[in-house]
């Protein structure tokens, strides 16, 4: 209202403002918060708010935490009965700490896998989510996120990695395997000879007509057993193929070497196959530190020498 000192028929002075920017904010954060609360209520996990302190002191747990860690939301809060840095299995307690220590700086969103350990003794894998709250200097003064139980989601990760890299009759590392680790080596470990050593049952295919399919598979279930015994720290055997296993030996020390562990192979190949009618060849293939086949090549060259001494 304005008073005037002379009669006016405005007497009022009003400022009209578009607030339309400022509704819509308002009508996002509502249905955050509404979002939020559905999400606590449905999370498989908990979400927090915690200190950013090395017991990650909490300030705010969700209901989910019972579920998550055997222990009621309460008994975190404040560390009354338990901290959460207890709960953190102790191989990941300064890794994830560390991890924390890298991402707050950059003002980044934070994610992490590790394993807790519940109030029952059990392990389970999770994923943490959250992000720094800062404080008018910018240092991290609170974290905020959410902690969400992945163990299924990992064992079902851990069974496809086994059987991509196994092969499910022998219990072997399988060909792929093989291949990957060969070409990793071959740039670190470049100043070191290798060797890969064949053994080729190709007759063990031409028993299956006569003796049944399960009759080979139990053969090469016992070879690969036999053959097992003479692994070491220096030769690891790998399942490459039905019919072939193979050798790599990581690091070459020479010829003689090499020969001593072919007359164990070749006693060791008599005694597994004295009762059948399979012959095997074996092929050795030396890896020079200069070598540029690459992993399909070498097993094509071992392929090719194992052949042929068989057929000698």
């Keep these: 209202a304005l008073k005037l000192f002379h009669e006016d028929i405005y007497d009022h002075l009003c400022m009209i403002k578009d607030i339309t920017e400022r509704k819509e904010i308002e009508r996002i954060l509502t249905e955050n918060e509404h979002s939020k609360s559905m999400l606590r209520a449905n999370l498989q996990g908990l979400a927090y708010r915690c200190l950013y302190d090395r017991e990650w002191t909490m300030q705010y747990v969700s209901e989910g935490c019972l579920e998550l860690t055997g222990y009621p939301a309460e008994s975190l809060l404040n560390n009354k009965e338990i901290s959460y840095k207890q709960l953190i299995a102790p191989e990941y307690q300064e890794l994830l700490w560390n991890e924390w220590a890298r991402i707050l700086p950059l003002r980044m969103p934070f994610r992490y896998e590790y394993q807790i350990v519940t109030a029952s003794g059990e392990r389970k894998w999770v994923l943490e989510m959250g992000e720094g709250i800062y404080n008018s200097r910018g240092e991290a003064e609170l974290l905020d996120g959410m902690i969400i139980d ?163």
């Design 150 to 312: 992945i163990t299924e989601q990992k064992q079902t990760e851990t069974t496809l990695k086994y059987r991509t890299e196994h092969d499910t009759l022998t219990g072997l590392y399988n060909r792929a395997y093989l291949e990957s680790l060969l070409e990793v080596d071959a740039r670190s470990l470049y100043r070191k000879k290798r060797a890969l050593i064949a053994i080729n049952l190709r007759d063990i295919v031409e028993l299956t007509p006569y003796f049944g399919f399960h009759y080979t598979q139990d053969l090469i279930r016992k070879v690969s057993r036999g053959l097992r015994e003479l692994c070491s720290d220096r030769y690891d055997l790998y399942h490459t193929y039905e019919n072939r296993f193979t050798y790599y030996v990581r690091d070459c020390q020479g010829k003689d070497q090499v020969i001593e562990f072919l007359q164990q192979l070749v006693a060791k190949l008599e005694e597994l196959l004295e009762d059948e009618r399979v012959g095997a060849g074996i092929g050795v293939l030396e890896i020079e530190p200069d070598n540029e086949l690459d992993a399909n090549q070498l097993l094509k060259q071992l392929l090719i020498a194992s052949e042929r001494a068989q057929e000698d």
